[in-house]
């Protein structure tokens, strides 16, 4: 679990966008980038070459394609 403080001030480091937290996969998400980047003992792993490329159902809203 991550600290709500923490991440209302995580962006991804790529594009700066919005990262969404998926604590079922201890990942943060980012949808513009299509970049899932793991959370690692609580601490967040914001390297490019750590992240893994979504696929494009994952890519996609919730609200969107299902």
Excluded: N, Q, T, W
């Excluded at 990942?27 to 970049?35: M, P, Q, S, W």
């Excluded at 159902?57 to 969107?64: I, K, M, N, V, W």
């Amino acid at each position: 679990m991550l600290d709500k403080k923490l991440l209302a001030i995580l962006a991804c480091p790529l594009c700066k966008g919005p990262l969404h937290y998926d604590a079922a996969a201890s990942e943060l998400i980012c949808r513009a980038d299509a970049l899932a980047f793991p959370v690692r003992d609580g601490l967040p792993v914001m390297l490019e070459g750590e992240a893994r490329r979504l696929s494009l159902d994952e890519s996609l809203p919730a609200s969107r394609g299902r």
